[in-house]
């Protein structure tokens, strides 16, 4: 059992940054790989960026790649997501989820875990 608490969400301007944190609860944080994902209004669920276990490996949505960075500290048991140059676009709820299969999982079924989720919303 894995237990994920997101925090760092919050309104910020088209253009602005924000960096959303994942708690992660247990001693196996690293036996884990980790997603972050996107649900806006009247839209399906999708990743936005994932991380292997050991964070050798990422993987980004294209309308991120260049503006998001995902990383872990497996010491601390954290997964965190720095985003910049945001957009209305990546409006929506953001949720960290944990996945037990091994290497970079992108879509739902592949996660077990999933935290409760953080509002951004990018004003423009």
């Known amino acids: 059992q894995v237990l994920l608490v997101e925090s760092g969400g919050g309104l910020v301007q088209a253009g602005g940054s924000l960096r959303l944190s994942c708690a992660a609860s247990?001693?196996?944080?690293?036996?884990?790989?980790m997603g972050w994902f996107r649900q806006a209004p009247g839209k399906e669920r999708s990743v936005v960026a994932a991380?292997?276990?050991?964070?050798?490996?990422?993987y980004y949505a294209d309308s991120v790649k260049g503006r998001f960075t995902i990383s872990r500290d497996n010491a601390k048991n954290t997964v965190d997501l720095q985003m910049n140059s945001l957009k209305s676009d990546d409006t929506g709820v953001y949720y960290c989820?944990?996945?037990?299969?091994?290497?970079?999982?992108?879509?739902?079924?592949?996660?077990?875990?999933w935290g409760q989720g953080t509002q951004v919303t990018v004003s423009s």
């Open positions: 247990g001693r196996t944080f690293s036996s884990y790989g």
């Open positions: 989820a944990a996945s037990s299969t091994v290497g970079v999982r992108t879509t739902k079924a592949g996660y077990d875990y």
């Open positions: 991380i292997s276990r050991s964070g050798s490996t990422t």
